[in-house]
């Protein structure tokens, strides 16, 4: 058959996804871009908060559309159909199937059924589907933190770590086929190892991946503060193919938030870590997440995050508006804050921190950096990429530069830094 499918939500989804179709593609399956060739849809959803359920919703009717021309099978798996599993099959009978996560181990045995396929889905090599230089690899799912506000343990159970010997397995395989990048993920990516192995295993981890020929780049997303102990600084130390970032979600910096929210220790921890990360890291990017408009947030406790922020001067930070998910902590909280008072903080919050990375990315200039080169524009002659700053999928900015000769896409070079805004920076190519 022919497959379309629709992938939303994280990094960590996709990974799923990507799996999924090598699953289907074993299968003698036949996957298209355009969902109006398909006889059969895949819509991989998320339900993380309330913009990403509506997302979710809106692209499952989207795909039902085509049941009108030559779609047969429209299929819903994912962390939505994980938290709305009978609720998805009763409101929506153009689902033809509902595969919650929780089901996830018969899931090639399902998909094998509603495809008709003869040959058995086992597990297969994962189909890249963004830029083929840069992969994710996941080495946990499910998470065992209890945030306040987080749904999902309720949507994946608690941390579920993979073996080192699985997890080398698929990055060996990643570097044979011309994966440059590689991003390690997990909800709690420096908790690695302490479910099956009874300890925290990402520094070990860290050192065979390492060891890996093809790879130029390894970055870690996801890193706890209490949790970047020193032998993780160290692992990261030994090789210059593991880059200086640090993706620390803070969520907030008062200690009282921070306890009602659930988050394992005070802001002071943190500043300390971060002491301990320029150290050893003089180049080091600091990357954060928080969350303005948790319930009872005071303006003096907003404005001491908005004071935190300028203080640590983060390289980049995300920040959120807080989503009221129910079954979790948060939901029935009292002093739940108005969604115009969480905006207005959101945008004050987003306003300190443009004019922080406009800085940040001024002190650039006359700089010469490495850059993987992503994508060539057309009419305007001139070439973007990221830097080892830069994360991958649109996360942190670009470098826009210029070359005097061809570059080909995926290779890495050197660009000397001429101008800055906000969030990208300018260049031109110089030879080595």
């Not at 908060?49 to 979710?56: D, M, T, V």
Request: aromatic content about 6%; glycine content about 6%; some cysteine.
């Amino acid at each position: 058959m022919k497959i379309g499918f629709v992938s939303l939500g994280c990094c960590k989804n996709l990974v799923d996804s990507e799996q999924i179709m090598g699953m289907i593609k074993r299968g003698g399956h036949e996957i298209v871009a355009n969902p109006k060739d398909a006889q059969a849809i895949i819509v991989n959803t998320c339900g993380f908060i309330e913009s990403a359920k509506e997302e979710s919703i809106n692209a499952i009717f989207k795909m039902a559309q085509y049941k009108e021309r030559n779609l047969e099978k429209l299929i819903v798996c994912g962390c939505l159909a994980q938290r709305y599993t009978e609720t998805l099959r009763e409101e929506i009978p153009e689902i033809d199937a509902v595969i919650p996560i929780r089901e996830y181990d018969t899931l090639a045995s399902q998909l094998q059924k509603l495809l008709g396929s003869d040959t058995l889905l086992d597990k297969a090599e994962r189909v890249i589907t963004g830029n083929p230089w840069q992969a994710y690899v996941k080495i946990s799912d499910g998470c065992s933190n209890r945030c306040a506000y987080c749904a999902i343990p309720l949507i994946r159970g608690d941390q579920k770590s993979r073996t080192i010997e699985d997890i080398m397995e698929e990055v060996n395989y990643l570097a044979s086929v011309g994966v440059k990048e590689l991003t390690l993920i997990a909800q709690d990516t420096t908790k690695y190892g302490l479910d099956n192995y009874g300890e925290l295993m990402l520094p070990e981890l860290l050192r065979q991946v390492s060891k890996v020929e093809g790879l130029h780049w390894i970055r870690v997303l996801y890193m706890y503060p209490d949790e970047i102990v020193d032998d993780v600084l160290l692992a990261m130390s030994e090789s210059e193919k593991i880059v200086p970032y640090f993706d620390i979600p803070m969520q907030h910096a008062n200690n009282r938030l921070l306890k009602l929210m659930n988050r394992r220790g005070p802001k002071e921890d943190v500043l300390k870590v971060v002491d301990k990360i320029h150290t050893m890291f003089p180049n080091a990017t600091l990357r954060t997440t928080m969350i303005v408009g948790f319930p009872t947030e005071t303006e003096e406790e907003f404005e001491e995050l908005v004071d935190f922020v300028k203080e640590i001067k983060w390289d980049r930070m995300g920040a959120f508006a807080y989503s009221k998910e129910e079954d979790t902590p948060a939901y029935d909280m009292d002093g739940q804050i108005d969604e115009e008072i969480q905006n207005e903080r959101l945008a004050r919050l987003m306003a300190v921190q443009e004019e922080i990375s406009k800085e940040k990315n001024q002190e650039k200039i006359g700089r010469v950096i490495e850059v993987l080169v992503e994508e060539k524009e057309g009419l305007v002659d001139r070439y973007r990429g990221r830097s080892a700053a830069d994360a991958p999928d649109e996360v942190d900015g670009q470098v826009i530069f210029t070359s005097d000769e061809p570059l080909e896409l995926g290779s890495f070079v050197k660009v000397k830094i001429t101008g800055a805004k906000s969030y990208d920076v300018y260049g031109t190519c110089v030879s080595e």
